[in-house]
């Protein structure tokens, strides 16, 4: 079975914070594993010891977290969650098997698919995302991105049928 992977590309890293604690409301209650590298003390460190994943990350980082579930729109479950900054940007990965959105009866999967895009469009919308690709794990590949979400106007039901296809 394949992993779906999204990717938020060229996220703003000092709309982290935000996007970790206040949007997706990643707890530790949720996280498996996680590994960070502190880069001011120069420690692996994990996710409840992060107080801003801003000044983690800086001036370039990386780290993992995986999760029992996330709420994207709809629950997934057993989510990576991959992030990979520069100094100012950087990109942040959802992974996750693909049964969580493609198994079920098919009105349940058009709707779970439904509920991801928006959520995702809003979360575009809400910190100026440039760009979500959306695809088969590597979803930067152009060959296995189904679908990349840009600067036009969305058309939700459309972006759906290119996941769904």
Same mark, same amino acid.
Do not use: W, Y
């Given at each position: 079975?394949?992993?779906?992977?999204?990717?938020?590309?060229?996220?703003?890293?000092?709309?982290?914070?935000?996007? &970790?604690?206040?949007?997706?409301?990643?707890?530790?209650?949720? &996280?498996?594993?996680?590994?960070?590298?502190?880069?001011?003390?120069?420690?692996?460190?994990?996710?409840?010891?992060?107080?801003?994943?801003?000044?983690?990350?800086?001036?370039?980082?990386?780290?993992?977290?995986?999760?029992?579930?996330?709420?994207?729109?709809?629950?997934?479950?057993?989510?990576?969650?991959?992030?990979?900054?520069?100094?100012?940007?950087?990109?942040?990965?959802?992974?996750?098997?693909?049964?969580?959105?493609?198994?079920?009866?098919?009105?349940?999967?058009?709707?779970?698919?439904?509920?991801?895009?928006?959520?995702?469009?809003?979360?575009?919308?809400?910190?100026?995302?440039?760009?979500?690709?959306?695809?088969?794990?590597?979803?930067?590949?152009?060959?296995?991105?189904?679908?990349?979400?840009?600067?036009?106007? &969305?058309?939700?039901?459309?972006?759906?049928?290119?996941?769904?296809?």
């Amino acid at each position: 079975m394949e992993n779906i992977e999204i990717i938020l590309e060229d996220f703003r890293k000092n709309e982290l914070d935000k996007l &970790v604690f206040d949007e997706l409301k990643i707890n530790s209650l949720e &996280v498996k594993s996680s590994h960070f590298f502190d880069n001011s003390i120069e420690e692996d460190i994990e996710f409840h010891q992060i107080k801003s994943f801003q000044e983690v990350l800086s001036p370039s980082g990386t780290g993992n977290v995986f999760l029992n579930q996330i709420n994207i729109g709809c629950s997934l479950r057993d989510v990576m969650i991959i992030f990979s900054f520069d100094k100012d940007f950087g990109d942040i990965t959802f992974n996750f098997s693909q049964g969580e959105l493609f198994e079920g009866k098919s009105s349940e999967v058009r709707l779970k698919a439904m509920k991801m895009v928006e959520s995702l469009v809003g979360l575009k919308s809400n910190f100026n995302i440039p760009s979500i690709r959306i695809g088969f794990e590597p979803a930067l590949d152009n060959d296995s991105c189904l679908v990349e979400i840009g600067q036009d106007a &969305v058309d939700i039901k459309s972006v759906v049928e290119q996941i769904l296809k």
